[in-house]
């Protein structure tokens, strides 16, 4: 059994950021690379992190792209494939989690925050493009994307959503503001599914991501309403001091579980 303290504060104090992330992810996508540092400093292993931070995070996603659908800023026709790849991508990367042994684990996580780190850093404004893409290829390619990023979003999470709109600003020459529509349609599947798969094994804790899932949801509808100037790069910045501190945290756990 592990002893996690996690008093009202502390969860406030993860309901705070929770908001931030939320708000941060209807903006630019990157969201998790907020809440999920916070739920591994708070000390929760890295898949009780990894299955609250889906069981919170699936309300700012359905809020978030409920809003960009009444705006219209979503492709309709679009929708249908890019959630079911999305949710079939992220079962399948929600069960490669469930499989690795918790060491082996802890260094991935390590790895990928960096990785995804690294994305939302030296990631710029993606000017879209005119595409010259068939049916048939338009449809092969959204099916790859959403697949293979929802396989990631099962598996790891942070830095999905800004994947998917660069994804589509760069492949569909979706303007920024659609692209970010789309990336919902596709990150409220992978929210979706990993959700339900870490629920079923008993890997989210509840009394923390209720919490968090409300204040996620407020802070995803008040992104998606926003029209943030000049704001991104202050959210990088933030969002990758965060991580490196989280990421030093995880190297000094992993050395005094090597030295014990």
Request: charged share 10%; hydrophobic share 60%.
């Amino acid at each position: 059994m592990i002893h996690l303290p996690l008093g009202p504060p502390l969860i406030a104090l993860l309901a705070a950021a929770a908001f931030g992330a939320g708000l941060v992810d209807a903006i630019a996508g990157g969201g998790g690379l907020v809440s999920l540092p916070a739920l591994l400093a708070a000390g929760l292993p890295p898949v009780l992190a990894l299955g609250t931070n889906k069981g919170q995070a699936v309300f700012g996603a359905t809020a978030s792209a409920l809003t960009y659908w009444r705006r219209g800023a979503i492709d309709r026709d679009r929708a249908a494939l890019g959630f079911a790849a999305g949710f079939v991508g992220s079962w399948l990367g929600a069960r490669a989690v469930l499989a690795v042994p918790l060491g082996l684990l802890r260094g991935i996580v390590i790895v990928l925050l960096l990785i995804a780190a690294a994305v939302v850093l030296l990631r710029r404004n993606v000017a879209p493009r005119p595409t010259k893409l068939g049916p048939g290829a338009a449809r092969a390619a959204l099916l790859a994307i959403a697949l293979g990023l929802g396989a990631y979003d099962g598996f790891f999470g942070p830095g999905t959503g800004s994947m998917l709109v660069i994804a589509f600003a760069t492949v569909f020459g979706d303007a920024l503001t659609r692209a970010s529509g789309n990336a919902k349609v596709v990150n409220l599947a992978s929210n979706l599914a990993a959700m339900t798969l870490f629920a079923a094994h008993g890997t989210i804790l509840w009394r923390v991501a209720l919490p968090m899932a409300a204040a996620n949801a407020l802070g995803a509808t008040t992104g998606a309403h926003l029209a943030v100037r000049n704001g991104d790069r202050l959210v990088r910045v933030v969002v990758v001091a965060v991580v490196l501190a989280v990421v030093v945290k995880l190297v000094i756990d992993l050395l005094r579980t090597h030295g014990s």
